[in-house]
């Protein structure tokens, strides 16, 4: 073991100021969509152009494939350079055992702590002060898209909040449009609802409950009304017999459905479809009732390689994925937000600066990633399912969820 | 009424291979206003070049042809040393019983209905331990034990239907285990091994899961790309190239079938299904 | 030699036991051991990683009380039930009618088989084209003039299931007319003339004659075609990625998402034991019939 560090010291001696040693790095993660590759494609560039090489390690599917293969590659002592993870609890055991690299001095170097905008993506990379993950983008899923054309026939203005939406549904739906679009996927439900709870409840009432972790108040009034407004939202999305998210929103690109609740991912496809925000479609972050946007995103995480070369070129990486530069090229092709706010996305368009705005004012609120557990993630995913696809009473359902989210405490 | 029946049949079992081969000769701005089942107005090949070389996984454009040899390399040796393995155990189990022989066999059999999985854990662990994880020994070995149940069953079976008095003459004769085995028994099972091939071909080419699982990307099969031509869900889903994938991917086996069909049943019948 | 063998019964036909080694070793130490190590990591509260922290039933008792798992269990059950009986009564009926000496034997056989080429990630997704209720069959249906017509079997949860079914059937019913077909060739023709003889009807022939011959054809097919439904998984995710809804989950799916997506290890360990344990209790009574039956005759 000494002369295994001993080495590692005099290796990274000789290799610092050669600097040249180009190093093979596989980086393993699930995006592999046309506009997702584009902005991988920014960080192979960037990695390759400092002088090492990035082995990309794509697995379609979403993390759901994806995310069993890395940790098995990871326990099973075979691990890739770099991997993404969405940040919070899901990689949290993997750094407990050991298995990750800490790059906390890479982090101080490049003063990480003051620049990472908002704060909480950092505190979700720290583990008992030390930081194991390198954050690359924000996305938010509380964003309401509305399709401008539908209420232009109707001759109706343009909702401009949740409630105005649901007071507007009749009209749609007289019309033999669907109010509401919603994927058949488990995630989707889960998304719907967690951007209704958001916007109905409120941010302090919120954050009692996901972060204070106060059960009196989730079993309270407050959620009763949150759960009776996503019920409402399952009588309008009835009629919606699509799987994918994507499918749901070309519902209503294609003025099909009136609106779709979905993450600011959804703008990617309005753009392929050439809508012009504003114009063909609205969006509207938090509901349109409260402007707050959780910040959940992905991060890098390193996992230890018994290697000193491919340990510097890990932290040559973990540098390279937050600077300003690869930033910027990055989310503009992703579509999601930078994490500093002192990049400039002059091209943003109009949703992208919603957005931003709201980040700048600090009107966010964690992501669920980061305040519950995987497993409880899942449960309340299985029991949001049953909820939208059933005739579940509202009470009903609070009442499992209060009960699903006290296994978690 | 008997060939109305059969035709009636047979469109239920063609009609899936007929709606891939014509949608992946269409181009997307047909397939959007027609028909599925309509033979294409302007035949086009894109979507087959597509799918062999330009479809991005990530950040390689190269398609399904990266993984092509790479699913052979771990075709080839998976296939001949489980059968090896599994023809060695039928053999064993029913010539040579030992025992515990039956012990062993019905775990064997209770194996095979363990979903793949539920064994990820413990075969990481023990390739982990063995030293081999992420390499193509491993999955070969993977391969091998996940084959094992279903062809010792079908070896043992083959083996119990031949003439018993053939084995016990060759041992009068002085004749040991593996001389038997290569004299006697090989050159009398062709059919069952027809067979085995045909089974395994199939599996280890269509399989994912342990594919992904157990290898690094420079050595992962088709059926990986495949999945990332036909599972990226963002944009518009190319219909036509993902057909072209699929029958790609398809390829291997299905000639096998076509070739071997009659091969096929003849080495079931030979024995394999004599108990 | 002999007089070796005599004194240590280990060492008989050691070459034998030798070359068992390998298949040993497989049932020991992966599918037994492999076994026992889920179970007893079913009664720890492991999360991403396996940790011996007992908790007891607790993680029974929760499956017990998950909705989701109750419902992939009474699929499992409508699904193995309908497919088991369908898949070798149609296989068999196939093969009986290949066996009437008709032409094209081969092409006929060709065409119901190769679907068995194709993995069921392929067959998932050709059945979600084909059952599509816009551009699918049931809109060519339509397009024919049976404007009423109605069927969704991709997203109306009271059918879905029938929707897998129509998928598995068509994947795995021509690998088992196969081995039907083989299974009736190998009937002696003397049977068939004792029974013209003594004048029984053709399809009497087959149900009480041939079909009780045939007895270890339908043993060797029920047990593959029995594992293949209880580990069903590939299909549904394609297909329907178990919806719409919870309306076709499957164990299996409910084992691989507990253990990989909410990391819960436990959880899953706890669902497959269930699994595992359930597929003993069938098997056992066939290894008693198979091997008990055996030694006495």
């Not at chain 1, 993506?121 to 938010?140: E, W």
């Amino acid at each position: 073991m000494k002369t295994k560090t001993l080495a590692a010291l005099l290796c990274s001696a000789v290799a610092v100021p050669l600097a040249a040693n180009a190093v093979d790095l596989e980086v393993t993660h699930w995006w592999t969509s046309g506009g997702e590759a584009a902005a991988v494609a920014e960080l192979a560039k960037a990695f390759d152009a400092s002088g090492d090489h990035w082995v990309d390690g794509a697995i379609a599917g979403s993390g759901g494939t994806a995310r069993p293969i890395m940790i098995s590659r990871i326990t099973g002592g075979d691990p890739m350079g770099a991997t993404q993870f969405n940040h919070g609890q899901q990689a949290m055991e993997l750094v407990e055992a050991g298995l990750m690299l800490d790059i906390t001095d890479v982090a101080e170097a490049n003063n990480w702590k003051s620049i990472v905008n908002p704060p909480s993506l950092l505190d979700a990379c720290t583990i008992d002060g030390k930081i194991y993950c390198a954050p690359v983008n924000i996305h938010s899923p509380e964003w309401l898209w509305i399709s401008n054309k539908v209420y232009e026939d109707l001759g109706i203005p343009v909702p401009q909040n949740w409630n105005e939406f649901v007071a507007s549904a009749p009209q749609v739906e007289a019309a033999g449009k669907i109010p509401l679009a919603l994927g058949g996927q488990p995630w989707q439900s889960n998304l719907a609802f967690g951007a209704i709870s958001v916007a109905v409840a409120g941010l302090d009432v919120w954050k009692k409950v996901n972060v204070d972790k106060d059960m009196d108040v989730a079993a309270g009034p407050e959620y009763a009304a949150v759960f009776k407004a996503a019920a409402d939202a399952r009588k309008l999305a009835a009629k919606s017999n699509v799987q994918d998210w994507n499918q749901a929103t070309n519902l209503v690109i294609t003025d099909q459905a009136a609106a779709q609740i979905m993450g600011d991912w959804a703008q990617g496809e309005f753009a392929v479809a050439g809508e012009v925000a504003g114009k063909d479609y609205t969006c509207l972050p938090g509901l349109g009732l409260n402007a707050y946007l959780s910040t959940g995103g992905d991060a890098f995480y390193f996992p230890k390689l018994d290697d000193p070369e491919k340990e510097a070129a890990q932290k040559r990486l973990a540098a390279l994925l937050v600077a300003p530069e690869t930033q910027v090229a990055f989310n503009l092709k992703k579509g999601s937000l930078p994490i500093r706010g002192d990049v400039d996305l002059a091209t943003a368009n109009d949703c992208m600066k919603k957005g931003l705005e709201i980040l700048a004012s600090g009107n966010i609120v964690p992501s669920g990633d980061m305040v519950w557990s995987a497993d409880v993630q899942k449960q309340i995913e299985d029991l949001m399912v049953e909820f939208w696809s059933s005739d579940m009473p509202a009470e009903d359902a609070q009442a499992k969820w209060v009960e699903i989210l006290k296994s978690g405490l | 009424m008997l060939y109305g029946t059969l035709f009636i049949v047979c469109i239920y079992y063609i009609l899936p291979l007929w709606v891939m081969v014509m949608t992946s000769l269409k181009g997307m701005p047909e397939i959007r206003v027609g028909n599925i089942f309509a033979p294409p107005v302007e035949i086009t090949f894109e979507p087959w070049v597509k799918a062999w070389s330009e479809a991005c996984t990530g950040l390689n454009c190269d398609g399904l042809s990266r993984g092509f040899w790479n699913s052979v390399r771990i075709l080839v040796p998976s296939v001949i040393l489980s059968i090896a393995v599994a023809s060695v155990n039928g053999y064993a189990l029913v010539n040579w019983r030992f025992k515990g022989a039956d012990v062993f066999f019905t775990i064997l059999i209770f194996g095979s209905f363990i979903p793949y999985q539920v064994m990820l854990y413990p075969i990481v662990i023990l390739l982990r331990e063995m030293g081999i994880y992420g390499t193509l020994s491993g999955l070969v070995l993977v391969h091998t034990i996940f084959g094992m149940p279903i062809l010792t069953l079908l070896f043992r079976n083959y083996f119990s239907s031949l003439p018993e008095e053939l084995f016990k003459a060759a041992r009068v004769d002085g004749a040991g285990f593996w001389a038997i085995y290569f004299r006697i028994m090989l050159p009398m099972s062709m059919p069952i091994f027809v067979v085995a091939v045909i089974l395994q071909v199939t599996g280890i080419w269509n399989d994912f899961l342990f594919g992904v699982v157990f290898t690094k990307p420079d050595i992962y099969p088709m059926t990986v790309q495949l999945n990332n031509i036909v599972n990226s869900v963002q944009g518009v889903k190319e219909y036509n190239v993902n057909m072209a994938a699929t029958l790609l991917t398809g390829l291997v086996p299905l000639t096998i079938y076509f070739i071997s069909g009659k091969l096929f049943v003849r080495g079931i019948a030979a024995g394999a299904v004599k108990g | 030699m002999a007089d070796g063998a005599r004194r240590n019964p280990l060492f008989r036909n050691l070459t034998a036991k030798l070359a068992a080694v390998p298949m040993v070793l497989t049932a020991l130490v992966v599918f037994a051991g492999g076994t026992v190590w889920t179970v007893v990591y079913s009664f720890t509260s492991s999360k991403l990683l396996p940790k011996l922290k007992w908790v007891g039933l607790d993680q029974y008792e929760r499956l017990w009380g998950a909705s989701r798992w109750l419902v992939a269990i009474e699929n499992l059950l409508i699904y193995g039930v309908l497919s088991l009986v369908l898949t070798i009564s149609i296989g068999f009926m196939l093969a009986v009618l290949l066996d009437q000496k008709i032409r094209f034997e081969d092409t006929f056989r060709t065409i119901m088989l190769y679907p068995f080429a194709l993995s069921f990630i392929v067959t998932g997704l050709v059945w979600q084209w084909l059952l599509n209720p816009e551009f699918g069959v049931p809109s060519v249906i339509k397009a024919m003039g049976w404007e009423s017509f109605e069927l969704d079997l991709l997203h109306d949860p009271k059918i879905v299931l029938y929707g897998l079914l129509v998928a598995g059937l068509w994947q795995g019913t021509g690998f088992v007319m196969c081995i039907m077909l083989a299974g009736l060739r190998g009937i002696d023709e003397d049977i068939w003339k004792a029974c013209r003889v003594d004048g029984i009807p053709r399809w009497k022939t087959y149900l009480f004659v041939i079909v009780p011959m045939m007895r270890p054809v339908f043993i060797t097919t029920l047990v593959i075609v029995a594992s293949g439904i209880v580990k069903l998984y590939d299909l549904v995710v394609a297909q329907t990625s178990g919806g719409p809804g919870n309306a076709s989950q499957v164990p299996a799916m409910y084992v691989y998402d507990y253990m990989f997506q909410a990391q819960n290890l436990g959880q899953g360990f706890a669902a497959s034991s269930m699994m595992l344990v359930s597929v003993l209790i069938v098997l056992i009574p066939w290894a008693y019939l198979e091997f008990g039956g055996r030694k006495r005759g």
